[in-house]
């Protein structure tokens, strides 16, 4: 199998609180793992690539300190959404890589449902 | 990153056979196809990955013709539990360690009794 959880599943929060959302890979180690950002009715948003051991990549647009992105372990990956506000409201969801002999596959996390109040 | 098309959305009967296409045109020699599953408030659930021709497992086919520009998901029989978005995505690279996956809009697929 390749299961990954995050939790929390769902927080609220007060305007200018921080709030960390844990992503693990449960059976499996991931040396590469992914957030997304998805609002009501669209796609996921890829914000940033994290690494195990090293810098996470952030895309065009993702504010890093804002989004801060820890990759401590090979089965764990932690986004802090720092000093929230309303609009930061949104599913993350995170995805781990799941390496094989040829090929790889991202499996994705539960979700986790944040608002902002 | 090879960019996707697909039908925004599609209807469907209990009972049916669904085949949803996706077009491709720029994917990379090292690119595969991968289709996901997603339920409103959940996060993408894996349904088939493929590099060519034909792939089937329990679930659903994945139909990749010779020039890989295109590809169709097929879910034989489907039931109102199938009532979901789907997504193709490109761009995981073959037996490499790069690239991530950039998703489009999906197609959103609605099962009727």
């Known amino acids: 199998g390749a299961v990954v959880s995050q939790h929390p599943s769902w927080v609220i929060c007060k305007s200018g609180t921080s709030v960390k959302i844990e992503c693990r890979s449960l059976?499996?180690?991931?040396?590469?793992m992914f957030w997304y950002r998805q609002f009501p009715k669209q796609s996921l948003m890829l914000m940033a690539t994290?690494?195990?051991?090293?810098?996470?990549?952030?895309e065009q647009g993702v504010e890093k300190d804002k989004f801060l992105i820890n990759h401590a372990s090979l089965t764990l990956s932690t986004l802090t959404v720092t000093s929230a506000h309303p609009e930061d409201s949104s599913f993350y969801i995170c995805?781990?890589?799941?390496?094989?002999?040829?090929?790889?596959?991202?499996?994705f996390g539960p979700g986790t449902r944040l608002l902002v109040l | 990153l090879a960019k996707t098309t697909q039908p925004i959305s599609m209807d469907s009967y209990e009972g049916q056979e669904v085949n949803i296409t996706c077009s491709h045109n720029?994917?990379?020699?090292?690119?595969?196809i991968t289709w996901y599953q997603q339920f409103p408030s959940q996060g993408p659930r894996f349904i088939i990955q493929?590099?060519?021709t034909k792939v089937t497992n329990e679930v659903a086919s994945l139909f990749i013709p010779a020039d890989r520009k295109s590809s169709t998901l097929s879910l034989p029989r489907v039931s109102l539990s199938d009532t979901a978005v789907y997504y193709c995505?490109?761009?995981?690279?073959?037996?490499?360690?790069?690239?991530?996956?950039?998703f489009g809009k999906g197609t959103k697929l609605s099962v009727k009794p």
């Open positions: 059976d499996f180690q991931a040396t590469t």
């Open positions: 720029n994917i990379a020699t090292n690119d595969y």
């Open positions: 493929g590099y060519k």
């Open positions: 994290s690494n195990e051991g090293s810098k996470a990549t952030y």
């Open positions: 995505l490109v761009g995981l690279i073959y037996g490499g360690s790069q690239g991530n996956l950039i």
């Open positions: 995805s781990a890589r799941k390496t094989g002999a040829k090929q790889e596959t991202q499996y």
